[in-house]
């Protein structure tokens, strides 16, 4: 699958290099006198030959406290404990062939304004020689919600995922709610989205093109949502309540997440991997 995978991985890149940009025009149109956030981008490498990728973070900014835009393309030899991980999922052939390959983007925003929500997104391919599949999503993660944000930010997704499978929506949608639920709080971590893994219908370019129509609704689901709020008046108590749900993410992403625990197995760069952690968090 060598042509579909450096399709996948261009995509990939491109989506990247896209939302970078968005994200900059918005901090130039961003409240306050300040300068307006610019990304660092940081070459990032897996432990010896392995691939690497592209660490883009912001920091600082009028509209973004911190957000984290990260491509990645790396291959290699399944450690045993990823190894396992994938074997009890039921990936085949894993046993026998620990080789992989990866490629996605995974971006996480953590805002100024407290009525401005944060966000998660990402898309990715996995290889195998026995298999592959594509999984990602997007949900989002206000501290102050506003139900008309959460209505907006659903209903982009359902376009998405209507337009090529009539049960996706409900399908991924009651996937993220189980998959971002956090069960020592007792709570979901925000007000969804979808998500999904293991994505493998056996065709190959239908597979893409679901995958490559979440990654495109992202911009305009979240980007709205961003510009209204980003210049809203906000108290101290709504800086608390923002700081205090960080320390809800945070301890989401430490505990649970697939992807920072399978990015730190792989030997990947543990600043990309953990870049999702907000730059601020408090607990009670």
Aim: hydrophobic content about 40%; aromatic content about 12%; proline content about 6%.
């Amino acid at each position: 699958m060598d042509h579909e995978r450096r399709t996948a991985a261009a995509w990939f890149r491109a989506l990247r290099d896209r939302i970078v940009s968005a994200f900059e025009t918005l901090e130039d149109r961003g409240p306050g006198a300040g300068p307006a956030g610019r990304f660092t981008v940081t070459p990032t490498a897996r432990d010896g030959d392995g691939g690497g990728g592209l660490m883009s973070v912001m920091r600082g900014g009028r509209v973004f406290e911190k957000v984290g835009v990260n491509w990645s393309e790396v291959h290699g030899t399944l450690a045993p404990r990823a190894q396992a991980a994938m074997a009890s999922r039921g990936v085949p052939g894993i046993d026998g062939d620990p080789r992989f390959w990866a490629s996605g983007i995974s971006l996480v925003a953590h805002m100024q304004n407290p009525h401005a929500p944060a966000v998660h997104m990402n898309t990715r391919m996995f290889w195998t020689p026995g298999a592959w599949w594509f999984g990602g999503g997007a949900d989002l993660n206000p501290c102050l919600e506003y139900a008309d944000d959460t209505a907006h930010f659903h209903a982009v997704l359902r376009t998405a995922c209507d337009a090529h499978g009539g049960d996706y929506y409900n399908r991924f949608k009651a996937w993220a709610d189980e998959y971002f639920f956090i069960p020592h709080r007792g709570r979901a971590r925000g007000v969804g989205g979808i998500f999904f893994d293991d994505l493998n219908t056996g065709d190959w370019q239908a597979d893409f093109d679901f995958t490559r129509a979440v990654g495109e609704a992202f911009l305009p689901a979240f980007l709205p949502l961003a510009e209204a709020r980003m210049g809203q008046p906000w108290s101290d108590a709504d800086r608390d309540a923002q700081l205090i749900h960080r320390g809800l993410y945070a301890e989401y992403n430490l505990v649970y997440d697939r992807g920072t625990k399978f990015g730190l197995e792989t030997g990947h760069s543990a600043d990309a991997v953990l870049m999702s952690l907000p730059p601020l968090a408090k607990w009670i």
